[in-house]
């Protein structure tokens, strides 16, 4: 299947600090990607909706000032986590979809650990 | 509200025998179903998924049902093997809306002992 990779796989900061989360479709182009977070012992919550050269699109109760998502190009989407807050330590993963393949399935990154000290 | 459940947060299932993972929905929206397995600290991984016009579909171990009376779904796995033992997630999507995204289940930790 396709590749979906993420960078960093895991990174520390500091409270107050910012970071920001790579996702890149690795053998394809991507007009649309998606950004979950998963809590231990938690599902999957979708975050976000990442579309190419336009605004991204955030489920309800999703701070968009907190989350910024920037898909700049149809193989890269970002995640930047604005003043980050230890509640906001989490599992971060993307998908994509491939438009070449007729079914539906999404590809999965392979997470990024997020602490914040 | 929860739209797709996994009531049970646990399995174990004996080598060789058949894993039924179960999976509810209640928007009647939904109209594509799938079933990713997951390895902790990492990504879920696509195993099968079914469109709402099918109630079943195969791949080799794997085998999908869906009661679309019920909103109700159910992996199959058999045999049964160790290195199945991961967690399931089910996940929803309403096609019609475009958007392609996915609403998860819980989860389910199956464990395969062999």
């Known amino acids: 299947g396709a590749v979906v990779s993420q960078h960093p796989s895991w990174v520390i900061c500091k409270s107050g600090t910012s970071v920001k989360i790579e996702c890149r479709s690795l053998?394809?182009?991507?007009?649309?990607m998606f950004w979950y977070r998963q809590f231990p012992k938690q599902s999957l919550m979708l975050m976000a909706t990442s579309n190419e050269g336009s605004k991204a699109t955030y489920e309800q109760g999703v701070e968009k000032d907190k989350f910024l998502i920037n898909h700049a190009s149809l193989t890269l989407s970002t995640l930047t986590v604005t003043s980050a807050h230890p509640e906001d330590s989490s599992f971060y993963i993307c998908?994509?979809?491939?438009?070449?393949?007729?079914?539906?399935?999404?590809?999965f990154g392979p997470g990024t650990r997020l602490t914040v000290t | 509200d929860q739209q797709v459940k996994q009531n049970s947060p646990s399995l174990s299932v004996q080598e060789g025998r058949i894993s039924i993972l179960n999976c509810d929905y209640t928007?009647?929206?939904?109209?594509?179903f799938l079933w990713y397995k997951k390895y902790p600290a990492e990504g879920p991984t696509f195993l099968i998924s079914i469109s709402s016009i099918k109630d079943k579909n195969e791949d080799g171990r794997f085998t999908v049902f869906l009661n679309k009376s019920a909103k109700h779904l159910s992996l199959h796995i058999v045999p049964s093997q160790p290195g199945d033992s991961a967690v399931y997630f089910c996940a929803a999507s309403d096609l019609g809306s475009g958007t392609y995204k996915y609403i998860f289940g819980t989860g389910t930790r199956l464990k395969v002992l062999a």
């Open positions: 053998d394809f182009q991507a007009t649309t």
């Open positions: 998908s994509a979809r491939d438009p070449r393949v007729a079914t539906y399935e999404q590809y």
């Open positions: 928007n009647s929206m939904f109209d594509y």
